[in-house]
């Protein structure tokens, strides 16, 4: 009995420690969320929004299409002034006038000229006439053997030859009157007459100064339409339509916002630059907007 007590206490031992062990563990508590499994499908990712039109801003110089500095068309001395700055006039009005005296003269004589070089082509022709007259009588005399054929000849040759001098005083003529027309071109340009209606923005004369051909007289320009004209990189060709609207706007005239259009795109692009030209018209009232301002074109190209 004794050997058996010793294996049953120990058995005994073996199997309470067994029952503590296998006992069920607390799990702790936590906020985290729960571990996602392993095979879940990915979240699709945010794709980015690009916009249709993106705005580029250009700067540049308000032009007109009529302005140009006037210069003397031939040598004289400023006889009279009509208008000064900053005058506004019409296409055609007299600006102010060169000394003619001199080509005034030369013209009276070169049409007096023409007259009388008239007068003899119409002596000449009268005297065809009765050249021609005594040709046809000689014809009939010899018909009828009244003359000999020396006369007949004499009188034929003389009337073709009196053809002949018509024609030379008429190209004579010819001469004298484009001499005369040549004489009234320079009197012309005595006449210093405004190419089209605008403002005269500058005087560069004064009565009794002598000019030479060339040296400029007066500044003219028009006051609209307002136009600028600025260049984009060859990349934007094809991104700017015509018609399309833009805003222009100018440091010098604080809060101020014109509307435009592009006017005119250019048809090809510069090699040596890589860019072409846009030109912009204002299309609502100027404002304080002048040409010769600088200022700014807003532009939507489309990407």
Not at 12 to 40: E, I, M, Q, W, Y
Not at 63 to 76: C, F, K, L, S
Request: glycine content about 6%; charged content about 25%.
């Amino acid at each position: 009995m004794r050997s058996l007590i010793g294996p049953i206490v120990f058995a005994a031992v073996l199997v309470a420690a067994g029952c503590r062990d296998s006992k069920p563990a607390t799990p702790p508590v936590t906020n985290a969320a729960p571990a996602p499994a392993l095979h879940s499908a990915p979240a699709p990712a945010a794709e980015p929004v690009e916009t249709a039109d993106t705005a580029i801003t250009v700067s540049g110089p308000i032009i007109v299409e009529h302005q140009v500095e006037m210069t003397a068309q031939r040598d004289g001395v400023v006889q009279k002034i009509f208008f000064d700055a900053p005058a506004r006039v019409r296409a055609g009005t007299l600006l102010a006038n060169l000394d003619d005296r001199q080509i005034s003269a030369n013209l009276a004589a070169a049409r007096a000229k023409c007259r009388s070089i008239a007068a003899d082509v119409k002596n000449w022709e009268s005297e065809a006439e009765v050249l021609q007259a005594d040709y046809v009588r000689a014809q009939r005399l010899w018909d009828l053997g009244l003359t000999s054929e020396e006369q007949l000849q004499h009188a034929k040759y003389k009337a073709e030859s009196d053809q002949w001098d018509i024609k030379r005083v008429t190209e004579t003529l010819n001469t004298a009157q484009e001499e005369q027309h040549s004489l009234e071109l320079e009197l012309e340009k005595t006449k210093i007459i405004a190419p089209f209606g605008g403002l005269i923005a500058r005087r560069y004369v004064r009565e009794g100064q002598n000019v030479l051909k060339g040296d400029r007289l007066f500044w003219v320009t028009a006051e609209a339409p307002l136009l600028m004209r600025f260049t984009l990189p060859e990349r934007l060709f094809g991104q700017v339509r015509r018609g399309q609207a833009v805003e222009v706007s100018s440091a010098n005239a604080p809060g101020q916002k014109h509307s435009g259009r592009v006017k005119e795109i250019g048809p090809v692009v510069d090699p040596s630059s890589g860019t072409f030209e846009v030109l912009v018209e204002l299309m609502d009232d100027r404002g304080d907007l002048r040409p010769g301002m600088t200022a700014n074109v807003r532009l939507a190209t489309r990407r």
